[in-house]
């Protein structure tokens, strides 16, 4: 049997890294397309030098996704590049919907012209819920998106599923809701008050500005999330899948377990910054992935504490690290 290749697009970020991490235990092989910058990038995926390849293209230009799709000829294409922090998208919403929204279009135009055949999977968001109108939210729940970003992906969701019912593509659209590991981004909520929590008790620092502690996320490992995207693009037809653990927890809680992990007290540190709070808020969020656990046979494995607790004792090791090499 031919090896089969996948393309990851946005493999320099948290999902992109886990997902090839995956994809090379499957026997895959694994091409990952960045766009050019100045300075590589590659922190995330530098474990992985040697067992994947790189390409240059970039979801603002057409013909650079025609042509990576007719040199590396892929059997899967998973679309993870976006741009992909919600309070970013008030900033620059155009950037954003070029990117996250239109960003998706052209992609789905360069499959549909150099091989129709190829499996797609988008990263939808349970950003796309908002302002949630049924609790937990499902495949069925329909949308209310309070961001820029979130407006960008309900339509990247439509597309979607559009491209599936105009040309029959085998087009996935996996909702899911937000996912945690040691290599999130900084700015993120869950590894900002992680590597909060390791600056503070290294002694780098004392507060720690938050904005809304009354928000509450559906928050899982990526590790896990990752392998549901995979399973998508096996099923013999493809379809939408929420992907969540169930459960709810607020960023007071996350702030409450993480200092306690590193032995600290969060009241003693957290400073709340009204300019941190969002124009619009999504309050709360609860997935139900009934059906990924049904069809997929999907579970996630890692619970909201083991998850914290894996970020602040990554985060410590590394300022740990970082003073023994002074
Ligand atoms: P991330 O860490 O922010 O990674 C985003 C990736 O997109 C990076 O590799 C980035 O490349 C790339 N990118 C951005 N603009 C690009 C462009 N114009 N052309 C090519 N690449 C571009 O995001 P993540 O957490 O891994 O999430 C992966 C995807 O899932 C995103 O689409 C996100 O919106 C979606 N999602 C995430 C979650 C979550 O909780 N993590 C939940 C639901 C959906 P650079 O390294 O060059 O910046
Ligand atoms: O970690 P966050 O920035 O993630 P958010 O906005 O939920 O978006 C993430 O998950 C989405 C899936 O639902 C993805 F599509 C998206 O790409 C991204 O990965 O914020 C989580 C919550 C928010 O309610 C925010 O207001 O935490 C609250 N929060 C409170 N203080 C904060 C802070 N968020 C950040 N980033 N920084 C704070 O200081």
């Not at 996948?6 to 890294?17: F, M, N, R, V, Y």
């Not at 070029?98 to 549909?112: D, K, M, P, S, Y």
């Not at 780098?204 to 490992?221: H, K, S, Y």
């Not at 998508?232 to 037809?237: A, E, G, H, V």
């Amino acid at each position: 049997m031919t090896q089969p290749i996948a393309l990851i697009t946005g493999i320099t970020g948290q999902d992109g890294s886990y997902l090839a991490d995956f994809l090379l235990t499957q026997g895959y092989r694994v091409v990952g397309m960045v766009r050019r910058a100045s300075t590589e990038n590659f922190e995330r995926i530098e474990h992985l030098r040697g067992q994947i390849e790189i390409r240059q293209a970039d979801l603002l230009d057409q013909l650079s996704l025609i042509n990576l799709l007719r040199e590396v000829r892929p059997r899967e294409v998973y679309n993870l590049a976006a741009q992909s922090f919600v309070p970013t998208s008030w900033e620059q919403p155009v950037l954003t919907g070029e990117f996250t929204a239109l960003g998706v279009t052209r992609l789905l135009e360069a499959i549909r012209l150099v091989d129709p055949g190829i499996r797609f999977y988008q990263a939808s968001s349970s950003e796309m819920f908002g302002q949630v109108q049924e609790v937990p939210q499902t495949e069925r729940t329909p949308f209310y998106p309070r961001s820029p970003y979130g407006v960008a992906k309900a339509y990247a969701h439509w597309i979607t599923v559009n491209y599936r019912e105009s040309y029959g593509i085998f087009a996935c659209s996996g909702i899911l809701f937000n996912h945690e590991s040691p290599r999130r981004g900084k700015e993120f909520v869950t590894r900002k008050v992680t590597d909060g929590v390791a600056r503070i008790k290294a002694g780098l620092a004392t507060t720690l500005l938050m904005g809304n502690l009354q928000a509450r996320r559906d928050w899982g490992f990526a590790g896990d999330y990752v392998e549901a995207m995979w399973r998508m693009l096996q099923q013999p037809q493809p379809d939408n899948y929420v992907v969540a653990t169930g459960e709810t927890h607020s960023v007071q809680e996350l702030c409450e377990r993480a200092f306690a992990r590193a032995g600290l007290n969060w009241k003693d540190h957290v400073v709340v910054d009204r300019a941190l709070v969002r124009p619009a808020e999504v309050e709360s969020l609860l997935g139900d992935a009934t059906k990924a656990k049904r069809v997929l046979g999907w579970q996630p494995r890692v619970s909201f504490h083991a998850l914290v607790d894996m970020m602040v004792d990554a985060d410590l090791a590394r300022y740990e690290r970082r003073s023994h090499a002074q």
